[in-house]
């Protein structure tokens, strides 16, 4: 399995960034697809999870301003970030959760200045 993110990158306070999760030896749909993220000196923190039924959850401040969707034929997980903040920046994860194995990408970073 391997997971390799994509879209990272410079902003500014109120723009957007798609990032994507593109994977390999896995089927989307019988995987839970999550994103997470990473500032220096905090702990890794969800950002959002899809259930491969569909259903999403949302870490808190981000449900309004992030959309999480994935593409089962491409094999890709999305992260649509809308109204960007200082405080989104950090490396963003995607993660694969099968049955509690777990699957981690390299990580993306996303600057907001």
């Known amino acids: 399995v391997q997971l390799v993110e994509s879209g990272g990158g410079s902003v500014q306070t109120g723009g957007s960034l798609r990032l994507s999760c593109s994977g390999s030896g896995i089927t989307l749909s019988t995987y839970s697809m999550g994103w997470f993220r990473q500032a220096p000196g905090k702990e890794r923190e969800l950002v959002s999870s899809?259930?491969?039924?569909?259903?999403?959850i949302y870490g808190n401040s981000m449900k309004d301003r992030f959309t999480i969707s994935q593409d089962n034929g491409k094999r890709t997980v999305y992260l649509q970030m809308n109204s960007l903040k200082t405080d989104d920046a950090a490396v963003y994860y995607c993660?694969?959760?099968?049955?509690?194995?777990?699957?981690w990408g390299q990580g993306t970073q996303v600057t907001v200045s």
């Open positions: 899809i259930h491969s039924n569909g259903s999403a």
């Open positions: 993660r694969a959760d099968c049955g509690g194995v777990l699957y």
